[in-house]
């Protein structure tokens, strides 16, 4: 732990009430102007351990910890009981930023701007005004934030959303940066800025710790790699030594260069002449601003038909309006201008409930549509009155398609964030809709995830659904879908 400005030494560490520890002999380091990346695929304790460096779970309110932490020279032993020191969050997060995987999970929520969101954490630390708003300008350029820094946070898009989380975190000038999962819902432009926000930070001497399910290009330019699989670290090493490694491969960590599984579906194409299931025609749509003034249109003349058992996947630049666009096809929006039609019927006067009934969303954030105590529960939640007597095997049906059988008693909350995804995606599919729309999809999910999320597409298809999935994910869009969309400027066209 020589020059270290942040370590552990985890022997152990339980969430109280859990037997199995969370995470067991785990050593940690990071040095001043490093990036080192914590490889692991859904459930390894990526999470646990970057909240624990961070202070986000504190040993004692939190759970037991049985090992040490230290930072910028401080040192705290814990032995798991009511005598250990205590974590002062305040002053441990003066010293090191954190990035949830859910990036919304760190904003104030409190502020109406981008720039009064940037401008919290300074204020609390009563930086002078003038210092605040060069700082304020000065990230928001790194970040690619300046045209939106008038913009309500709740209405930028995920990727913009990460950025802003960045850019808080990065604005009170910590010591060290800890980034789970930084690059998800980025488009390519956003890719770039936060390697480069990163490089700056590592330059001036930041140490940056990345939390990632995939050895991609962030990942791979670190210094140094720990590879976690069930809460232990296996491995320790450089990216050069350890990319091709028994102990990555195990943990199902993705690899860019393995080229995604194409579903078996995605040979056979839809047949021309049959009926549309999905039908967009001139659709415009813009969301209202302030004193009923109306932003520029999101969406222009906009068209669209995908017909039974086609994939269709929807790619584009952060903010282009691809989350609003599948708002569309259930009627959570309605358009300005144009038809919408799911099987031949439009959704112009009808209940937003009537609308949903033959179009399954899978929302870009997993959580905003979990809301049950058990996962059997929430897949089975208005099965019985839609589908009656076939309720429960539907539900069961779709927990298995994607690997959920055995948490079937587990608390929603309880799961990791890619099991939360592929929860959100069951209660979908356990409804068997007509049209299948994914928003993101692919995001956090490791490479058994993609495997279960292919498989899904797959047979959703094949039973005749029309899909859409949103991505940003370019190689997974080309192996997945039939067709490949981009959306600009308003409107799709070929990709």
Known sequence: MAGAILAARICSFNFHGERAPALRDVDFSARPGTVTAVLGGSGSGKTTLGKLLAGWLRPGPAGRLRGSLALAGELLEFQGGEDDPRINPAAWSDRVGYVPQEAAAMLSTVRSTVA???????????????????????????????????????????????????????????????????????????????RDLICRLTGAGTAVVVLSQAADGLARSAAHWIILDGGTATATGTPRKLIRSAELARTGTVLPAVTCTVPAVRAQSPVP??????????????????????????????????????????????????????????????????????????????????????????????????????????????????????????????????????????????????????????????????????????????????????HAVSAAAARGAAVVLVTHDAAYARAAAHRVLELDGGCLRDA
């Open 116 to 194: 009064e969101e940037l401008a919290f954490g300074l204020e609390n630390r009563g930086t002078p005004r003038a210092r605040m708003l060069r700082e304020v300008a000065g990230i928001a350029e790194l970040t690619g934030l300046t045209a939106l820094l008038g913009r309500d946070p709740a209405t930028l898009s995920g990727g913009e959303l990460r950025r802003l989380a960045m850019a808080c975190a990065v604005i009170t000038g910590p010591g060290v940066l800890v980034l789970d999962e930084p690059l998800a819902s980025l488009d390519a432009a956003g890719v770039i800025q936060v």
């Open 273 to 454: 002449d049959t009926e549309p299931v999905l039908e967009l025609e001139g659709v415009g749509f813009g969301f209202p601003g302030a004193g009923g003034a109306v932003h520029e249109p999101l969406l222009r003349n906009l068209g669209l038909t995908v017909r039974p058992g086609e994939i269709v996947a929807v790619t584009g630049r952060n903010g282009a309006g691809k989350s609003t666009l599948l708002r569309h096809f259930n009627g959570l929006l309605r358009p300005d201008t144009g038809t919408v039609r799911v099987a031949g019927q439009s959704f112009a006067g009808l209940p937003a409930g009537r609308a949903a009934a033959s179009v399954g969303l899978l929302f870009q954030h997993p959580r905003d549509q979990l809301f049950e105590r058990t996962v059997l529960r929430e897949v089975s939640f208005g099965l019985r009155r839609l589908h009656g007597r076939e309720a429960g095997s539907r539900a069961h049906e779709a927990l298995e398609t994607v690997g959920l059988s055995r948490d079937a008693a587990t608390h929603p909350a309880e799961l990791p964030a890619s099991k939360q995804r592929l929860l959100a995606l069951a209660t979908v599919l356990a409804r068997r809709p007509a049209v299948l729309a994914l928003d993101e999809p692919t995001v956090g999910l490791d490479r058994h995830g993609l495997g279960r999320l292919d």
